[in-house]
């Protein structure tokens, strides 16, 4: 693993320049890329979006890893519509399916946007679960897209100062990541307990 990190970086100009070379090559690879990572994650998110901010920058690489998002999540929302009689049996005992049921039961898309700003969180199977829920697909893409940007944006960021090697920025950056994952984990089993707590009427 870190033997392929350093390879990467110690070429990292050269992929940039080769990206830049084949712009729309590059975009489209990369797009596919992330929406077979959220169809059927044969890679974690937040090394896809590091990867994007990496190879195009923070706000080019934002815009390009949130269409695949949408587009993965898109495909995976249907799938779940399509095959929901086929598969609702195997998961309706799901311990997530059942978390997930039970909050937007009770707060609607305002619970379930909370899930998707959750770092941590399976939001891959998340976009499939609500699939066999009472959502429009409209109400979906909007909170998934609104959901998955804050954290999405601040990996694209974290993988644009890791480019650029400024020691001092990689260290800033680096510790508000850990700062800001630290107090999640402080408040994530408040935040979930207050969503399941408050989830059964």
Same mark, same amino acid.
């Given at each position: 693993m870190f033997d392929q990190f350093f390879s990467l970086w110690n070429n990292r100009d050269e992929l940039r320049a080769f990206i830049s070379i084949h712009?729309?090559?590059? *975009?489209?690879?990369? /797009? !596919?890329?992330? #929406?077979?990572? $959220?169809?059927?994650?044969?890679?974690?998110?937040?090394?896809?979006?590091?990867?994007?901010?990496?190879?195009?920058?923070?706000?080019?690489?934002?815009?390009?890893?949130?269409?695949?998002?949408? *587009?993965?999540?898109? /495909? !995976?929302?249907? #799938?779940?519509? $399509?095959?929901?009689?086929?598969?609702?049996?195997?998961?309706?005992?799901?311990?997530?399916?059942?978390k997930i049921k039970k909050i937007f039961k009770k707060h609607g898309l305002t619970g379930v946007f909370i899930l998707y700003l959750f770092p941590g969180f399976p939001k891959d199977l998340l976009n499939y679960f609500l699939g066999f829920m009472p959502i429009t697909f409209k109400g979906f893409i909007t909170i998934c897209a609104l959901g998955r940007i804050p954290a999405t944006f601040a990996l694209t960021l974290q993988g644009d100062v890791v480019?650029?090697?400024?020691?001092?920025?990689?260290?800033?950056?680096?510790?508000?990541?850990?700062?800001?994952?630290?107090?999640?984990?402080?408040?994530?089993?408040?935040?979930y307990f207050w969503l399941e707590n408050n989830a059964t009427t």
């Open positions: 712009p729309y090559l590059g *975009i489209v690879v990369f /797009i !596919a890329l992330q #929406v077979l990572q $959220v169809v059927i994650a044969p890679l974690p998110g937040e090394a896809t979006g590091f990867l994007a901010g990496f190879f195009f920058g923070a706000f080019k690489g934002l815009i390009i890893s949130m269409i695949g998002i949408i *587009i993965g999540s898109s /495909i !995976a929302f249907y #799938v779940a519509k $399509v095959c929901e009689k086929k598969w609702f049996k195997k998961y309706e005992k799901s311990p997530i399916y059942l480019y650029k090697g400024d020691p001092k920025r990689v260290l800033i950056s680096s510790t508000i990541f850990v700062i800001a994952f630290l107090t999640f984990l402080l408040i994530k089993k408040r935040i």
